[in-house]
């Protein structure tokens, strides 16, 4: 079955240092999205992304956030200039256009600030 | 608002028994749907229930969706070692968005 695949596991950065994390959404997929959990917290929504362009994005997502999706088959997210309370577990998921489908999850990317 | 608050937040139970978790939600949804987290892995995607839909199965996995009390359980039964695990609601808006809003979980430990 196609899957959502994330890199790095696991990302250690200084804080203040940029942060690109990598994701492969499922091939067919229209719709992508990150979202953070921070540990012990719920999952929280970040950004959404369809059609080459930010569909919708939460307070968290602010300037030091942007997303790209720079060829057919990667999506990224860059954190320019990263923070302590930076530091979470972040997902990349992928869905179909149908809003009744699923949206299919990375296994996720630690990011540890130090 | 806080939406897809689950309950209990932990509940431990021995191997066969069945285990059921709650959900609640504050605003209209499209859909519900059930994620399980295995401990530092992804979200796992269960099953999905639509606003219009009362109960679904898939196979040991039964979910119910209440709109009017805005609510949802979800039941797994005959449950497993391998079932211990974080469970998760997240609701789909009404609208065209496509953002997802977690609740905080339910941890279920299943005892062999």
């Known amino acids: 079955e196609p899957e959502v695949t994330q890199t790095p596991s696991h990302q250690v950065t200084q804080m203040g240092q940029e942060v690109i994390l990598r994701c492969v959404p499922i091939?067919?997929?229209?719709?992508f999205y990150w979202y953070r959990q921070i540990l012990g917290q719920k999952v929280e929504f970040l950004v959404s992304?369809?059609?080459?362009?930010?569909?919708?994005k939460s307070e968290i997502f602010d300037d030091q956030f942007s997303v790209e999706r720079p060829d057919g088959s990667n999506f990224t997210l860059k954190i320019r200039s990263t923070k302590l309370e930076d530091s979470a577990m972040y997902f990349c998921?992928?869905?179909?256009?149908?809003?009744?489908?699923?949206?299919?999850f990375g296994d996720g990317t630690r990011l540890s600030i130090l | 608002s806080q939406q897809g608050e689950e309950d209990p937040q932990a509940l431990s139970i021995q191997e066969g028994e069945n285990a059921t978790m709650n959900c609640s939600y504050k605003?209209?949804?499209?859909?519900l749907q059930w994620y399980r987290q295995n401990s530092g892995r992804g979200l796992v995607h269960l099953i999905l229930?639509?606003?219009?839909?009362r109960e679904k199965h898939s196979g040991r996995l039964r979910v119910t969706l209440d709109t009017s009390k805005k609510s949802s359980s979800l039941l797994i039964t005959a449950s497993r070692a391998a079932d211990t695990a974080s469970y998760f609601c997240?609701?789909?808006?009404?609208?065209?968005?496509?953002?997802?809003?977690f609740g905080k979980g339910t941890l279920l430990t299943v005892n062999p």
């Open positions: 998921a992928s869905s179909p256009k149908d809003r009744y489908q699923p949206q299919h």
């Open positions: 091939s067919n997929h229209l719709y």
């Open positions: 992304f369809y059609n080459n362009e930010i569909s919708e």
């Open positions: 605003t209209s949804i499209n859909n």
């Open positions: 229930i639509r606003s219009n839909e």
């Open positions: 997240a609701t789909l808006g009404g609208g065209s968005n496509y953002k997802l809003t």
